[in-house]
């Protein structure tokens, strides 16, 4: 499980990232598109059970099922794994699931492990770092906003790990990332749109950041950069390579940045 810097530090930049984000354009339609499956059926059911069982959001969970393995419900959110069988990938030796109920199961197995399991007040911000959590924080050294969160929208370029402890500066994630599809599913369903609420102690800071230059969540922390949570990347029309996990160490805090958030 990686380690979480402290919540209250990145929540105010998790805010004034999510105010200056939009989604590509190229990609609008895309989004869509994956929003509507992520709140159709079976997937809407399934990740309801989830939402009541440990609290998370079901469209969260959708989210990065996605990102995970393509909305496979025979798969491990931990790493994108079949479920009927004993993990390989980080997290190692998890299941397997079996059964009408494998999803489920597995998912919440996946949750807990990540120490997501029972939270409230899952508030937007939250839902941001939360899920760069389930990536890893390694993004950090390299000056780009995670593509797990952030790809699709305006807040990514390029940058990507392409194998573990390796970051390509030139590679562009092709996935969606998790503030794009929750953008997407806020104009599809109203219903999103109304729990994407705001942490009131959150406020944003005063004036908004350059657009010509990426916007850091966190200013005053820095993480080893080989520790990330990767995806390889896969080629179009195939099925998504389970993602390698790794622990993520969080250093010595460094002054903050008088600019960006």
């Keep these: 499980v990686s380690q979480m810097p402290p919540y209250e530090e990145p929540k105010r930049g998790y805010t004034n990232l999510w105010n200056a984000a939009a989604i590509i354009p190229a990609h609008k339609a895309a989004a869509i598109t994956i929003a509507k499956k992520i709140r159709s059926e079976p997937w809407a059911t399934a990740f309801k059970q989830v939402e009541v069982a440990t609290g998370v959001p079901d469209f969260l969970v959708g989210c990065w099922l996605e990102r995970e393995s393509s909305l496979d419900l025979e798969t491990y959110l931990g790493n994108g794994e079949k479920l009927n069988k004993v993990t390989d990938l980080v997290p190692a030796g998890r299941g397997p699931w079996t059964g009408p109920n494998a999803f489920l199961n597995g998912t919440i197995d996946a949750i807990k492990h990540e120490g997501l399991f029972g939270l ?142």
């Excluded at 590679?171 to 969606?176: A, L, R, S, T, Y």
């Excluded at 657009?211 to 390889?232: D, K």
């Excluded at 896969?234 to 998504?240: E, K, L, V």
Aim: charged fraction near 20%.
């Design 120 to 261: 409230k007040n899952w508030y937007l911000p939250f839902m941001l770092f939360a899920s760069e959590k389930l990536n890893g924080f390694g993004y950090y050294g390299h000056n780009v906003n995670d593509p797990y969160v952030w790809s699709w929208t305006n807040l990514y370029t390029k940058g990507k790990f392409t194998s573990d402890g390796h970051f390509d500066p030139n590679f562009v994630d092709p996935q969606p990332g998790v503030a794009a599809l929750l953008k997407a599913l806020a104009e599809v369903d109203s219903t999103v749109a109304a729990r994407l609420v705001m942490d009131p102690s959150a406020t944003a800071a005063p004036g908004a950041v350059s657009t010509a230059t990426p916007r850091f969540w966190c200013p005053s922390a820095t993480v080893n950069s080989t520790s990330h949570r990767r995806r390889m990347p896969r080629p179009t029309g195939t099925r998504p390579t389970p993602r390698i996990r790794r622990s993520t160490s969080i250093q010595r805090p460094r002054p903050p940045r008088t600019t960006g958030v």
